[in-house]
């Protein structure tokens, strides 16, 4: 199977590791697989928050499959109720989703990480979208990461495929945590533990918060 699923912490924190040859790249039906996963996460009492990570030290994810574009499969296929890899589109998602990006987060990869809540980071992981060069619009990038970043350093990375080093990012907020591979996964599950010790009601009330409040003006929101 491309995703493994265990859980820790008494069973709050769930961990999908995505292990797809040759760079973790994400077809509809992996991604279905993957809403399918946090679907059931987003309902289940008892887990609270999910870590996300990829197979191996070299890539986190490289995004969409090619090859499955290759043999057919469009850019705009059926990815799940989560949309592509499974959550950044899953409806009233109310519990937190931690990046732990272990090598290179391309294109729809990086996407992913942004969509995130939080991302810890190993020391060699590198983020950037490679759309462009391939004449693909990188569609969540262009919509995330200027919320992310001055516009015109994510105009670099959008049209010009600069690559950000995992400390890069943690420098300009992308990244919660750079860490050495090694400590990636339990530095992650330290910060899932230190997010189950919050009320969980109170989690998802900010959470649901953030995605009402999302693009408002600050006087709007404060009213709101």
Known sequence: MPITT????????LEITLDRPKANTIDAATSQELSRIYDAFNRDATQRVAIFTGAGEKFFSAGWDLNAANEGESFDSDYGVGGFGGFPELPNRNKPVIAAVNGMAVGGGFEIAMAADFIVAAEHATFF????????????????????????LSNEIIFGGRRLSAHEAASFGIVNRVVPADELMDSARSLAAEICLSAPLAVAAVMQLNRELEGVDVLDAMKA
């Open 6 to 13: 265990t859980t820790t912490n008494d069973g709050q924190v």
């Open 129 to 152: 979208l490679a759309e462009t060069k391939v004449g693909v619009i990188p569609d969540a990038g262009t919509i995330r990461l200027p919320r992310l970043l001055p516009r015109q």
